[in-house]
C-alpha cells in the first residue's frame, strides 16, 4: 500500500497558532490587555504552571506579541507589555470572548468587556472594506487553496 504524503496547508493562520495558539499564551495576554504586566500577577490570574508560564511568555516575547519592560534591577525583574502586534490581537480575542459567552458550555455570561474610550462596549465583528457590512461565514468567499496566493 502506497503512502499517502502529508502535507499541511500553509497559511497566516497557522503561522499565527505557531506563536499564539496554547491556551496559556492567549490567557497571559488577555491578562496583559487587562493591564496586568507582572509574571507573578499573570500566574495568579491564569492558573498557568510558572514553568510552562515562562516558556509561553518567552515565545510571545520571541514572536514579538509582548516586550520586556525592566523594573527592578536588584534583582533583575521585568513586566510584559503589548507591542503593536500583540495590540492588534484585540479584535480577535474580542472575538473568542464572544464566542466563548455564546457557545462554550459553563463560561460566564457576563465576563468582562473591553470598553471603547467613549465608555462604550465593544463588539468584535468583520465587516467588508468597501461597503462596511458586517458578515458571517456564509458571506465569505476563501481563496482557491490550489494556488499560492488565491488567485
Not at 515562562?54 to 514579538?64: E, H, Y
Not at 520586556?68 to 534591577?73: A, G, K, N, Q
Request: hydrophobic letters at 40%.
Amino acid at each position: 500500500m502506497a503512502r499517502r504524503e502529508v502535507n499541511p496547508r500553509t497559511c497566516s493562520l497557522a503561522s499565527a497558532l505557531n506563536v499564539i495558539g496554547e491556551r496559556w499564551s492567549l490567557l497571559a495576554v488577555r491578562e496583559v490587555f487587562y493591564g496586568v504586566h507582572r509574571f507573578d500577577g499573570i500566574v495568579r490570574n491564569t492558573g498557568a504552571p510558572r514553568d510552562i508560564l515562562a516558556t509561553r511568555l518567552r515565545t510571545l516575547v520571541d514572536g514579538g506579541v509582548l516586550r520586556r519592560v525592566r523594573y527592578s534591577e536588584h534583582p533583575p525583574r521585568d513586566e510584559y507589555h503589548l507591542t503593536q502586534a500583540g495590540q492588534e490581537l484585540a479584535p480577535a480575542m474580542l472575538g473568542l470572548m464572544r464566542w466563548g459567552m455564546r457557545w462554550a458550555q459553563g463560561a460566564p455570561v457576563s465576563a468582562a468587556a473591553f470598553t471603547h474610550s467613549c465608555g462604550g462596549t465593544l463588539d468584535a465583528a468583520i465587516a467588508c472594506s468597501a461597503c462596511g457590512e458586517k458578515i458571517d461565514a456564509h458571506d465569505v468567499t476563501l481563496p482557491d487553496p490550489g494556488t499560492a496566493d488565491g488567485t
